[in-house]
Protein backbone atom coordinates (compact mmCIF):
# COMPACT_ATOMS: atom_id res chain seq x y z
CA UNK A 1 0.00 0.00 0.00
CA UNK A 2 1.99 2.94 -1.36
CA UNK A 3 1.43 6.10 0.82
CA UNK A 4 2.97 8.17 -1.63
CA UNK A 5 0.72 10.89 -2.99
CA UNK A 6 0.20 11.85 -6.65
CA UNK A 7 3.31 13.43 -7.69
CA UNK A 8 5.52 11.13 -5.77
CA UNK A 9 6.56 12.97 -2.86
CA UNK A 10 6.40 11.85 0.66
CA UNK A 11 3.93 13.77 3.15
CA UNK A 12 6.57 14.66 6.17
CA UNK A 13 5.42 14.83 9.62
CA UNK A 14 6.91 12.10 11.62
CA UNK A 15 10.20 11.54 11.23
CA UNK A 16 11.65 8.46 12.30
CA UNK A 17 13.68 7.27 14.79
CA UNK A 18 15.42 4.08 15.17
CA UNK A 19 12.77 1.53 14.79
CA UNK A 20 13.35 0.47 11.41
CA UNK A 21 9.81 0.81 10.55
CA UNK A 22 8.77 3.93 7.77
CA UNK A 23 6.16 6.11 8.62
CA UNK A 24 5.12 7.16 4.96
CA UNK A 25 2.84 4.41 3.93
CA UNK A 26 5.27 2.68 2.06
CA UNK A 27 7.05 -0.55 3.40
CA UNK A 28 10.57 -0.60 4.23
CA UNK A 29 12.40 -3.38 2.60
CA UNK A 30 12.14 -6.00 3.58
CA UNK A 31 8.24 -5.43 4.61
CA UNK A 32 5.17 -7.12 4.34
CA UNK A 33 6.02 -8.06 1.15
CA UNK A 34 8.96 -10.31 2.04
CA UNK A 35 9.16 -13.41 0.16
CA UNK A 36 9.01 -16.46 2.34
CA UNK A 37 6.36 -14.95 5.18
CA UNK A 38 3.48 -17.21 5.83
CA UNK A 39 1.77 -14.53 7.18
CA UNK A 40 1.98 -11.76 4.48
CA UNK A 41 -1.19 -12.90 3.14
CA UNK A 42 -3.16 -12.97 6.23
CA UNK A 43 -6.45 -11.66 6.81
CA UNK A 44 -4.97 -9.99 9.60
CA UNK A 45 -2.11 -8.54 7.70
CA UNK A 46 -4.72 -7.27 5.48
CA UNK A 47 -6.48 -5.72 8.04
CA UNK A 48 -3.86 -4.00 9.70
CA UNK A 49 -2.87 -2.84 6.40
CA UNK A 50 -6.14 -1.24 5.08
CA UNK A 51 -6.47 0.53 8.24
CA UNK A 52 -2.81 2.19 7.97
CA UNK A 53 -4.11 3.22 4.57
CA UNK A 54 -7.35 4.89 5.67
CA UNK A 55 -5.62 6.32 8.80
CA UNK A 56 -3.08 8.18 6.01
CA UNK A 57 -6.11 9.49 3.89
CA UNK A 58 -7.71 11.41 6.57
CA UNK A 59 -4.25 12.66 8.35
CA UNK A 60 -3.62 13.95 4.18
CA UNK A 61 -6.92 15.50 4.59
CA UNK A 62 -6.54 18.11 7.59
CA UNK A 63 -2.62 19.38 6.27
CA UNK A 64 -2.74 23.10 4.84
CA UNK A 65 -2.12 22.49 1.08
CA UNK A 66 1.20 23.81 0.72
CA UNK A 67 1.32 22.76 -3.17
CA UNK A 68 -0.71 21.32 -5.73
CA UNK A 69 0.35 17.79 -4.93
CA UNK A 70 -3.12 16.56 -2.73
CA UNK A 71 -5.63 18.67 -4.95
CA UNK A 72 -3.86 16.81 -7.88
CA UNK A 73 -4.49 13.51 -5.81
CA UNK A 74 -8.18 14.21 -5.28
CA UNK A 75 -9.11 15.84 -8.57
CA UNK A 76 -7.64 12.61 -10.37
CA UNK A 77 -9.87 10.44 -8.49
CA UNK A 78 -7.32 8.77 -6.66
CA UNK A 79 -8.14 10.05 -3.06
CA UNK A 80 -11.78 7.82 -3.33
CA UNK A 81 -10.25 5.02 -5.29
CA UNK A 82 -7.22 4.52 -2.78
CA UNK A 83 -10.09 4.87 0.12
CA UNK A 84 -12.20 2.28 -1.61
CA UNK A 85 -10.03 0.22 -2.19
CA UNK A 86 -8.59 0.04 1.52
CA UNK A 87 -12.14 -0.31 2.48
CA UNK A 88 -13.14 -3.11 0.76
CA UNK A 89 -9.93 -4.67 1.34
CA UNK A 90 -10.45 -4.09 5.02
CA UNK A 91 -14.44 -5.77 4.54
CA UNK A 92 -13.21 -8.31 3.11
CA UNK A 93 -10.32 -8.99 5.55
CA UNK A 94 -12.97 -9.22 8.83
CA UNK A 95 -14.62 -12.03 10.44
CA UNK A 96 -17.90 -12.84 9.46
CA UNK A 97 -20.66 -12.37 10.46
CA UNK A 98 -20.04 -8.52 11.01
CA UNK A 99 -21.81 -6.82 14.14
CA UNK A 100 -24.41 -4.69 13.34
CA UNK A 101 -21.97 -1.38 14.73
CA UNK A 102 -19.18 -2.51 12.32
CA UNK A 103 -21.37 -2.94 9.29
CA UNK A 104 -23.31 0.21 9.65
CA UNK A 105 -19.89 2.29 9.98
CA UNK A 106 -18.30 1.09 6.95
CA UNK A 107 -21.60 1.07 4.88
CA UNK A 108 -21.65 4.88 6.18
CA UNK A 109 -17.67 5.14 5.24
CA UNK A 110 -18.54 3.62 1.91
CA UNK A 111 -21.10 6.09 1.17
CA UNK A 112 -19.11 9.39 2.35
CA UNK A 113 -16.27 8.29 -0.38
CA UNK A 114 -19.34 8.49 -2.41
CA UNK A 115 -20.15 11.76 -1.59
CA UNK A 116 -16.69 13.03 -1.95
CA UNK A 117 -16.22 11.33 -5.88
CA UNK A 118 -19.47 13.49 -5.95
CA UNK A 119 -17.87 16.82 -4.75
CA UNK A 120 -14.99 16.24 -6.83
CA UNK A 121 -17.03 15.43 -10.05
CA UNK A 122 -19.42 18.69 -9.36
CA UNK A 123 -17.16 21.33 -7.69
CA UNK A 124 -13.62 20.09 -6.97
CA UNK A 125 -12.37 19.65 -10.39
CA UNK A 126 -12.75 23.06 -11.35
CA UNK A 127 -10.30 24.77 -7.93
CA UNK A 128 -7.02 25.69 -8.13
CA UNK A 129 -4.82 25.35 -5.51
CA UNK A 130 -5.70 29.07 -4.00
CA UNK A 131 -9.22 27.24 -3.83
CA UNK A 132 -8.46 24.31 -1.73
CA UNK A 133 -6.10 26.87 0.52
CA UNK A 134 -8.68 29.56 0.77
CA UNK A 135 -11.47 26.55 2.41
CA UNK A 136 -8.55 25.62 4.66
CA UNK A 137 -8.46 29.29 6.24
CA UNK A 138 -12.32 29.38 5.75
CA UNK A 139 -12.72 26.28 7.96
CA UNK A 140 -9.32 26.48 10.10
CA UNK A 141 -8.38 30.38 10.03
CA UNK A 142 -4.68 31.32 10.16
CA UNK A 143 -4.62 30.97 13.68
CA UNK A 144 -5.89 28.42 16.11
CA UNK A 145 -9.53 28.56 15.01
CA UNK A 146 -11.39 28.34 18.57
CA UNK A 147 -14.68 27.13 16.78
CA UNK A 148 -13.07 23.97 15.54
CA UNK A 149 -9.23 23.77 16.25
CA UNK A 150 -7.63 20.52 15.45
CA UNK A 151 -5.80 20.59 18.66
CA UNK A 152 -6.37 17.83 20.83
CA UNK A 153 -5.10 19.93 24.36
CA UNK A 154 -7.90 22.34 23.62
CA UNK A 155 -10.31 19.66 24.97
CA UNK A 156 -11.54 18.86 28.58
CA UNK A 157 -8.44 20.98 30.30
CA UNK A 158 -9.56 24.08 31.38
CA UNK A 159 -5.91 24.99 32.26
CA UNK A 160 -2.38 25.19 31.00
CA UNK A 161 -1.10 22.16 33.54
CA UNK A 162 -4.15 19.67 31.84
CA UNK A 163 -2.92 20.63 28.41
CA UNK A 164 0.92 20.38 29.13
CA UNK A 165 -0.06 16.78 31.10
CA UNK A 166 -1.82 15.45 27.37
CA UNK A 167 0.79 16.99 25.96
CA UNK A 168 3.46 15.26 27.31
CA UNK A 169 1.52 11.95 27.49
CA UNK A 170 1.48 12.40 23.65
CA UNK A 171 4.79 12.98 23.53
CA UNK A 172 5.43 9.71 25.14
CA UNK A 173 3.51 7.95 22.86
CA UNK A 174 5.76 9.19 19.76
CA UNK A 175 9.07 8.67 22.00
CA UNK A 176 8.14 4.76 23.09
CA UNK A 177 7.75 4.06 19.24
CA UNK A 178 11.10 6.06 18.09
CA UNK A 179 9.15 8.98 16.14
CA UNK A 180 9.07 12.65 16.33
CA UNK A 181 7.96 15.28 14.66
CA UNK A 182 9.52 15.98 10.83
CA UNK A 183 11.09 19.82 10.70
CA UNK A 184 9.28 19.93 7.17
CA UNK A 185 6.34 20.22 8.89
CA UNK A 186 5.09 23.27 11.10
CA UNK A 187 2.18 21.70 13.38
CA UNK A 188 2.53 20.54 16.97
CA UNK A 189 2.29 17.09 18.26
CA UNK A 190 -1.46 17.06 18.78
CA UNK A 191 -2.32 18.31 15.78
CA UNK A 192 -5.49 15.80 14.34
CA UNK A 193 -3.61 15.18 11.14
CA UNK A 194 -0.01 14.20 12.89
CA UNK A 195 -2.15 11.65 15.86
CA UNK A 196 -3.39 10.06 12.42
CA UNK A 197 -0.09 9.65 10.86
CA UNK A 198 0.74 8.30 14.12
CA UNK A 199 -1.90 5.84 14.43
CA UNK A 200 -1.19 4.75 10.08
CA UNK A 201 2.03 4.35 11.55
CA UNK A 202 0.94 1.74 14.25
CA UNK A 203 -1.48 0.18 11.93
CA UNK A 204 1.57 -0.30 9.27
CA UNK A 205 3.82 -1.40 12.42
CA UNK A 206 1.40 -3.93 13.28
CA UNK A 207 1.35 -5.68 9.74
CA UNK A 208 5.15 -5.87 10.04
CA UNK A 209 4.73 -7.44 13.65
CA UNK A 210 2.39 -10.16 12.49
CA UNK A 211 4.99 -11.17 9.59
CA UNK A 212 8.07 -10.55 11.58
CA UNK A 213 8.62 -9.47 15.07
CA UNK A 214 6.27 -12.45 17.09
CA UNK A 215 3.24 -12.25 19.13
CA UNK A 216 4.95 -10.26 22.27
CA UNK A 217 6.07 -7.27 19.67
CA UNK A 218 2.84 -7.45 18.40
CA UNK A 219 1.10 -7.43 21.24
CA UNK A 220 2.97 -4.12 22.43
CA UNK A 221 1.98 -2.45 19.05
CA UNK A 222 -1.68 -3.56 19.49
CA UNK A 223 -1.84 -2.43 22.83
CA UNK A 224 -0.42 1.16 22.10
CA UNK A 225 -2.95 1.31 19.46
CA UNK A 226 -5.99 0.58 21.75
CA UNK A 227 -4.71 3.09 24.03
CA UNK A 228 -4.05 6.22 22.15
CA UNK A 229 -7.60 5.44 20.58
CA UNK A 230 -9.33 5.28 24.17
CA UNK A 231 -7.09 8.14 25.55
CA UNK A 232 -6.86 10.14 22.82
CA UNK A 233 -8.35 9.80 19.44
CA UNK A 234 -11.21 8.44 20.76
CA UNK A 235 -11.94 11.21 23.59
CA UNK A 236 -11.69 14.18 21.44
CA UNK A 237 -12.48 13.30 17.92
CA UNK A 238 -15.83 12.59 18.17
CA UNK A 239 -16.37 16.76 19.39
CA UNK A 240 -14.09 18.14 16.97
CA UNK A 241 -15.79 16.33 13.91
CA UNK A 242 -19.12 17.30 14.83
CA UNK A 243 -18.05 21.07 15.64
CA UNK A 244 -15.94 20.53 12.13
CA UNK A 245 -19.35 19.59 9.87
CA UNK A 246 -21.27 22.88 11.69
CA UNK A 247 -18.17 25.80 10.86
CA UNK A 248 -17.68 23.89 7.32
CA UNK A 249 -21.61 23.51 6.74
CA UNK A 250 -20.71 22.24 2.79
CA UNK A 251 -17.98 21.20 1.36
CA UNK A 252 -15.16 19.49 1.35
CA UNK A 253 -14.08 19.33 4.98
CA UNK A 254 -17.55 18.86 5.54
CA UNK A 255 -17.39 15.61 4.05
CA UNK A 256 -13.60 15.10 5.72
CA UNK A 257 -15.72 15.83 9.25
CA UNK A 258 -18.12 12.73 8.64
CA UNK A 259 -15.65 10.27 7.33
CA UNK A 260 -13.54 11.27 10.21
CA UNK A 261 -16.21 10.95 12.31
CA UNK A 262 -17.48 7.49 11.05
CA UNK A 263 -13.73 6.32 11.07
CA UNK A 264 -13.20 6.86 14.19
CA UNK A 265 -15.81 5.15 15.42
CA UNK A 266 -15.86 1.98 13.56
CA UNK A 267 -11.91 2.28 15.17
CA UNK A 268 -13.71 2.33 18.44
CA UNK A 269 -15.32 -0.45 18.01
CA UNK A 270 -12.81 -2.44 15.65
CA UNK A 271 -10.64 -2.20 18.95
CA UNK A 272 -13.12 -2.61 21.50
CA UNK A 273 -12.37 0.43 23.24
CA UNK A 274 -14.25 2.41 25.67
CA UNK A 275 -13.29 5.87 25.24
CA UNK A 276 -15.31 9.05 27.57
CA UNK A 277 -15.81 11.53 24.34
CA UNK A 278 -15.73 15.00 25.36
CA UNK A 279 -18.87 16.70 25.40
CA UNK A 280 -19.92 20.21 24.41
CA UNK A 281 -19.61 21.18 27.65
CA UNK A 282 -16.17 19.82 27.99
CA UNK A 283 -14.71 22.45 25.28
CA UNK A 284 -13.02 24.92 27.48
CA UNK A 285 -10.09 26.25 25.62
CA UNK A 286 -7.39 26.14 28.52
CA UNK A 287 -6.37 30.21 29.71
CA UNK A 288 -2.35 30.72 30.29
CA UNK A 289 -1.53 32.58 33.21
CA UNK A 290 1.40 34.34 34.14
CA UNK A 291 2.96 34.77 36.99
CA UNK A 292 1.50 38.33 37.71
CA UNK A 293 -2.17 36.76 37.11
CA UNK A 294 -2.36 37.96 33.90
CA UNK A 295 -4.29 35.47 31.61
CA UNK A 296 -4.90 35.10 27.89
CA UNK A 297 -6.47 32.66 25.83
CA UNK A 298 -4.18 30.29 24.23
CA UNK A 299 -5.67 30.84 20.31
CA UNK A 300 -4.28 34.73 20.41
CA UNK A 301 -0.83 33.30 20.53
CA UNK A 302 2.04 32.71 18.46
CA UNK A 303 1.88 28.26 18.25
CA UNK A 304 5.56 28.20 18.51
CA UNK A 305 5.71 29.86 22.20
CA UNK A 306 2.54 28.35 23.28
CA UNK A 307 4.15 25.11 22.21
CA UNK A 308 7.37 25.63 24.01
CA UNK A 309 5.52 26.65 26.90
CA UNK A 310 3.35 23.53 27.10
CA UNK A 311 6.40 21.03 26.57
CA UNK A 312 8.87 22.62 28.80
CA UNK A 313 6.06 22.37 31.64
CA UNK A 314 5.72 18.68 31.57
CA UNK A 315 9.51 17.99 29.89
CA UNK A 316 7.45 16.59 27.08
CA UNK A 317 10.87 18.00 24.56
CA UNK A 318 12.89 15.83 26.72
CA UNK A 319 10.94 12.61 25.69
CA UNK A 320 11.53 13.28 21.98
CA UNK A 321 15.29 14.77 22.68
CA UNK A 322 16.48 11.33 24.80
CA UNK A 323 18.63 9.13 22.53
CA UNK A 324 16.71 6.36 20.72
CA UNK A 325 18.31 2.91 21.16
CA UNK A 326 19.92 1.32 18.67
CA UNK A 327 17.51 -0.57 16.06
CA UNK A 328 18.14 -4.45 14.93
CA UNK A 329 17.27 -2.83 11.33
CA UNK A 330 18.69 0.02 11.00
CA UNK A 331 16.70 1.19 8.21
CA UNK A 332 14.63 4.80 8.42
CA UNK A 333 12.00 6.72 6.67
CA UNK A 334 10.29 10.47 6.35
CA UNK A 335 6.46 10.44 6.69
Known amino acids: MNGKRKGGSDVAKVTEGSNGVGVNGRAPSPAVQGAGSPMKDSPAVERALSRSKLYLLLSWSYLYPEDDEFLDYLQSGEFVEDGRVALGSLKSALPAPLSADIKEWLDAIADRFDTLENWVSSEGVNWSIQDLRDEHRRVFSNVIALDCPPYETLFGNDHVFGQSYVMGDIAGFYSAFGVQLSQDIHERLDHLSVELEFLHFLAYKES ?128
Open 208 to 335: YALCHDGPEKLKTVVDAEKKFVKEHVGRWVPLFAGMLKKKAEYGFYKVVAELTSQWVAFEVAHLGVTPQPYSETDYRPANLVSPEGQSFECGAQDKGNELSLLMNEVGAQAYLETEKPESSTGQSGTA
